[in-house]
């Protein structure tokens, strides 16, 4: 004796053969050029904000904002290729030779860069490039501090896509590491940093 799934999807079945739905023609002409320019910075700087992320505005010097976001005396985690102007003055230790799990834990902060941020989305992504690092530094510790240049905004996820390699590791961060159970409490820090921090630096 046939299921009731097997009797719902024959009679779906024979529904079909009868009259077979017309062809839909799907778009795929997707605006995958990338801009001439910077993307729009408030829009991105709106959207991240949306995700319950903190954004900053940097004009000048990065260490001294990254400075204000973590404790007196805190320590932070960064890429061995991180720009030393970016933790000037900070006690930053750099993932060379890569940190164990348990010292990732223990820092206050990780201060990466990141590939591209995304207006439309709020989206942050990172593809183990230059100040990114590889992914447990940036998964590990509770407080992500990530400098995005207004150069790397772009508008659309197309756009985001146009400019990135798809055989580097990409992830994807849309605000600090959230999650909610069937009755919609949301916990946060699950997956991922508890806090993130994003500088929008001029230039």
């Not at 997707?30 to 910075?41: K, M, N, T």
């Not at 400075?67 to 005396?73: E, M, N």
């Not at 207004?150 to 985001?160: G, H, L, N």
Request: proline letters at 8%; hydrophobic letters at 45%; a negative charge.
């Amino acid at each position: 004796m046939a299921d009731a799934k097997d009797v719902v999807l024959n009679r779906i079945r024979q529904a079909l053969a009868g009259a077979p739905p017309a062809a839909v023609a799907v778009p795929r002409d997707y605006d995958r050029a990338p801009l001439h320019g910077d993307g729009d910075v408030a829009r991105f700087a709106e959207t991240v904000g949306e995700y319950r992320a903190r954004v900053r505005p940097v004009v000048g010097a990065v260490a001294p904002v990254v400075a204000t976001l973590v404790p007196r005396g805190g320590r932070v985690a960064v890429p061995a290729d991180i720009p030393g102007d970016w933790v000037d003055g900070l006690d930053a230790v750099r993932d060379a030779p890569p940190l164990s799990n348990a010292e990732l834990d223990e820092v206050d902060a990780v201060v990466t860069g990141c590939a591209v941020g995304i207006a439309a989305t709020g989206t942050i992504v990172l593809d183990a490039g230059f100040a990114q690092g590889r992914r447990a530094l940036t998964l590990i510790p509770d407080h992500h501090i990530c400098v995005v240049f207004t150069r790397q905004i772009v508008d659309t996820v197309p756009q985001a896509f146009a400019a990135l390699d798809p055989l580097r590791p990409l992830t994807f961060i849309s605000g600090p590491s959230a999650t909610s159970d069937i009755e919609l409490n949301r916990v946060e820090g699950v997956h991922g940093p508890r806090t993130l921090d994003v500088l929008i630096v001029e230039g």
